[in-house]
């Protein structure tokens, strides 16, 4: 039976993460949510499976070296899938301290978990070997790699150059996560994602953001001239791709995932807009935030031609299906706002 711990499951894809291995495995399987329930942690996402008894939900922090520890124990995981981050861009900006310690000492302590647990002696830093079958998969971002000009892909070889605290705390983290492989062999992987969209994601990102003022018929916010281009991925799209990560990936390795589907962030408020049937007067131009990177693009060939991933959502068909979501949610929309 694989055990694994999900960090952070709560949250938008740690949630649909967590929903989809449950409906689409059929091997035996232990899933332990760990989650320290922020602003943006949702106990909703998850409501209807407390009942299965495959899942476990704990509320905890993953600074919390202790509890940790307990539930390595406890648990003997064999798996551990890090979403657990502060996320959003204007946030770090106002709270940078924040996000270096969730993000960067938080990931340090799962780690350090893992390598005495998995380690065939512990107390060793120079032993390398680990027992069959772990695996660490630190889920990261494609704003790792900064901006991009108006053409060309990032790589897993582009440098890194993070415009804002929280990107930087995720680059860090990532670094971090490669030097426990470097240094003491562990087996680890990292992917790094375009932006998500889709069922279940808090109401601060752009798409269910203007979908929620959209209904209210509020203003909708668009930073500087809304030209902004992002790589945008329906997130069941990204969940298989990290399974392929876990089941194939080559220990050490980093996969990028993205989508193709390069869109304009003023494009998209505008195909909100008509499939809510709302006039485009909403739309309403605001101070761009400082650092704002012009264009995300990834390159997925790695993670194409060595496990066979390839996004099965086109950005319309994804779109519609999140837009009809949230108008069949609006609770659960009421009730997350309500947590900002």
């Not at 670094?175 to 998500?196: D, E, F, K, Q, W």
């Not at 390795?253 to 962030?265: F, K, L």
Request: negative net charge; glycine residues 8%.
């Amino acid at each position: 039976m694989q055990r694994i711990l999900i960090t952070g499951g709560a949250g938008f894809i740690g949630s649909n993460f967590i929903r989809y291995l449950l409906e689409k495995r059929s091997a035996p399987l232990a899933l332990v949510n760990l989650d320290l329930l922020t602003y943006a942690g949702n106990p909703q996402n998850l409501a209807d499976i407390q009942g299965d008894t495959r899942y476990t939900f704990i509320q905890g922090d993953i600074r919390d070296a202790a509890l940790i520890e307990r539930l390595f124990s406890e648990y003997q995981f064999d798996t551990v899938v890090n979403f657990a981050a502060e996320s959003h861009v204007d946030r770090s900006i106002s709270q940078p301290q924040v996000f270096l310690s969730t993000n960067v000492l938080g990931a340090h302590t799962l780690l350090e978990t893992a390598r005495r647990f998995w380690s065939s002696a512990p107390e060793d830093p120079h032993c390398r070997e680990y027992r069959e079958g772990v695996r660490f998969l630190q889920i990261s971002t494609d704003e790792v790699y900064g901006s991009l000009g108006a053409s060309g892909y990032f790589t897993e070889n582009s440098p890194l150059a993070p415009s804002s605290p929280y990107s930087a705390s995720k680059a860090s983290a990532d670094l971090l996560v490669l030097a426990y492989h470097t240094t003491y062999g562990m087996p680890v992987n990292i992917t790094r994602c375009s932006n998500n969209y889709g069922p279940y994601q808090f109401p601060e990102k752009l798409i269910p953001l203007m979908i929620e003022r959209a209904l209210q018929n509020k203003p909708l916010p668009i930073y500087g001239s809304g030209q902004q281009v992002r790589d945008w991925i329906y997130v069941e799209d990204h969940c298989r791709a990290i399974e392929a990560v876990l089941m194939n990936g080559n220990a050490g390795e980093i996969y990028n995932v993205g989508a193709s589907s390069e869109c304009p962030n003023l494009q998209i408020v505008r195909l909100i807009l008509k499939q809510l049937g709302r006039p485009l007067s909403l739309i309403t131009h605001v101070a761009d935030r400082p650092g704002h990177d012009f264009r995300y693009a990834i390159d997925s060939g790695k993670l194409s031609s060595q496990l066979g991933w390839h996004p099965l959502v086109s950005f319309e068909e994804g779109l519609s299906h999140t837009i009809q979501w949230y108008l069949e949610h609006m609770d659960w929309v009421k009730n997350a706002s309500l947590r900002q």
